[in-house]
């Protein structure tokens, strides 16, 4: 997660310790996919969800368990997500024996459930912030998401929260569907006075590898970060104070430090030593995920690679596994990397980007990320 805001315009982030400290990393931020149920369809989505009851999903006791194991093992957020986490009858309880038991409890959600009550619901257990998925204004995020209405409900979603005092934030995944949107998104949040948005960068797994052919072109992901990198700097000059970020590509890191070198070489080495200690892609270190079969993930994207499953041995035992082949190449996956990410210059600051992208496209973990849009000469510099 790259924040561009605090980057750009050298504005502090909410989560600024997370990402840019000799502590980053000490323990994963974990995604729970608390439920694989969902209320929407949506076009990208990596679990693949429906609107159907699945079959073995984690009890209230077995995440009571998984929770008190992550607490124990110090992991600073939970991340609530699904499938629709607000299908979840238990979803409520869990959330506050998270917030009770010292973890940060976090939701991504699709909005469009969220009524006043639940808003106040969501306030009153504790959980710290909200991500709703906006994938574009009005018709485009419907037909992203497959309803009709979901860009209205969502929109009512929001509101709801932020009367309730929630802090909450915009979650999009850019692709070429909702590309001509983000200026109008950004209107919206201006409007909205939303504080916090991340733009997602398309992975192609679940049903996102059917879009995949339309991702962002690398020339429109270039123009794509000079909108967000403009866009950054009118809001900080407005005092507007929103946190404008990216997630799941690290080229993006590599081409801030390059923009601000341009203006001021000082400041942009600076900016290196942040990315530096950010480190980059942390799938299998600083990111993991249990899914709604207890059944532990590098990250949200890897599900179908287990590295253990909760029900049979601690996430704490599980992660720390030193044997366990995938999880042991990521954390040491540099000498394993191919193609331009194996000698790019920027290799501290992204770690390779995306794996699952490699393989999705190559059929090779480590092959370079196709998403990557430096240019050789780029990757090159000093």
Same mark, same amino acid.
């Given at each position: 997660m790259i924040n561009i805001t605090k980057l750009w315009c050298d504005q502090p982030g909410s989560m600024d310790q997370l990402r840019y400290s000799n502590t980053a990393h000490k323990r994963p931020v974990v995604v729970w996919n608390t439920t694989r149920q969902c209320n929407l369809h949506c076009m990208h989505c990596y679990s693949q969800s429906e609107n159907k009851l699945y079959p073995n999903e984690l009890s209230t006791e077995?995440?009571?368990?998984?929770?008190f194991d992550l607490a124990t093992f110090n992991v /600073?957020?939970?991340?609530?997500?699904?499938?629709?986490?607000?299908?979840?009858?238990?979803?409520?309880?869990?959330?506050?024996?998270?917030?009770?038991?010292?973890?940060?409890?976090?939701?991504?959600?699709?909005?469009?459930l969220i009524t006043k009550e639940i808003a106040e619901k969501i306030k009153k257990v504790g959980f710290h912030y909200v991500g709703v998925s906006l994938d574009g204004v009005g018709q485009t995020n419907n037909k992203f998401r497959g309803t009709p209405d979901a860009f209205e409900r969502a929109v009512e979603g929001i509101r709801n929260c932020m009367s309730a005092g929630i802090k909450t934030g915009l979650r999009l995944t850019v692709?070429?569907?909702?590309?001509?949107?983000?200026?109008?998104?950004?209107?919206?949040?201006?409007?909205?006075?939303?504080p916090r948005v991340c733009f997602y960068h398309l992975a192609y797994v679940g049903r996102g590898v059917n879009i995949a052919k339309d991702d962002l072109t690398h020339k429109q992901a270039r123009q794509f970060m000079d909108t967000l990198l403009s866009k950054a700097a009118e809001f900080h000059q407005k005092h507007l104070g929103a946190e404008i970020l990216t997630v799941d590509n690290h080229s993006d890191a590599a081409y801030?430090?390059?923009?601000?070198?341009?203006?001021? /070489?000082?400041?942009?080495? #600076?900016?290196? #030593?942040?990315?530096?200690?950010?480190?980059?892609?942390?799938?299998?270190?600083?990111?993991?995920?249990?899914?709604?079969?207890?059944?532990?993930?590098?990250? #949200?994207?890897?599900?179908?690679?287990?590295?253990?499953?909760?029900?049979?041995?601690?996430?704490? #035992?599980?992660?720390?596994?030193?044997?366990?082949?995938?999880?042991?190449q990521l954390r040491n996956r540099k000498s394993f990397l191919k193609g331009k990410c194996s000698t790019c210059h920027f290799l501290d600051i992204c770690n390779g980007n995306l794996r699952v992208r490699s393989e999705a496209v190559y059929d090779d973990v480590w092959a370079q990320d196709p998403a990557c849009y430096l240019t050789e000469e780029e990757t090159q510099q000093t």
């Amino acid at each position: 997660m790259i924040n561009i805001t605090k980057l750009w315009c050298d504005q502090p982030g909410s989560m600024d310790q997370l990402r840019y400290s000799n502590t980053a990393h000490k323990r994963p931020v974990v995604v729970w996919n608390t439920t694989r149920q969902c209320n929407l369809h949506c076009m990208h989505c990596y679990s693949q969800s429906e609107n159907k009851l699945y079959p073995n999903e984690l009890s209230t006791e077995e995440a009571k368990h998984f929770i008190f194991d992550l607490a124990t093992f110090n992991v /600073p957020v939970l991340l609530f997500s699904g499938g629709e986490p607000l299908m979840r009858p238990d979803l409520f309880e869990l959330a506050k024996f998270a917030s009770d038991s010292g973890i940060r409890p976090v939701m991504s959600t699709n909005g469009t459930l969220i009524t006043k009550e639940i808003a106040e619901k969501i306030k009153k257990v504790g959980f710290h912030y909200v991500g709703v998925s906006l994938d574009g204004v009005g018709q485009t995020n419907n037909k992203f998401r497959g309803t009709p209405d979901a860009f209205e409900r969502a929109v009512e979603g929001i509101r709801n929260c932020m009367s309730a005092g929630i802090k909450t934030g915009l979650r999009l995944t850019v692709s070429k569907y909702n590309y001509a949107d983000v200026l109008a998104i950004f209107d919206f949040i201006e409007t909205e006075k939303i504080p916090r948005v991340c733009f997602y960068h398309l992975a192609y797994v679940g049903r996102g590898v059917n879009i995949a052919k339309d991702d962002l072109t690398h020339k429109q992901a270039r123009q794509f970060m000079d909108t967000l990198l403009s866009k950054a700097a009118e809001f900080h000059q407005k005092h507007l104070g929103a946190e404008i970020l990216t997630v799941d590509n690290h080229s993006d890191a590599a081409y801030i430090y390059l923009k601000i070198k341009e203006k001021d /070489p000082v400041r942009a080495e #600076q900016i290196m #030593q942040l990315l530096k200690l950010n480190g980059g892609n942390s799938s299998g270190k600083g990111i993991g995920c249990v899914d709604f079969n207890g059944y532990v993930h590098p990250d #949200q994207f890897w599900q179908h690679y287990n590295l253990g499953n909760v029900r049979e041995k601690l996430f704490s #035992q599980i992660w720390q596994d030193n044997t366990e082949p995938l999880l042991c190449q990521l954390r040491n996956r540099k000498s394993f990397l191919k193609g331009k990410c194996s000698t790019c210059h920027f290799l501290d600051i992204c770690n390779g980007n995306l794996r699952v992208r490699s393989e999705a496209v190559y059929d090779d973990v480590w092959a370079q990320d196709p998403a990557c849009y430096l240019t050789e000469e780029e990757t090159q510099q000093t």
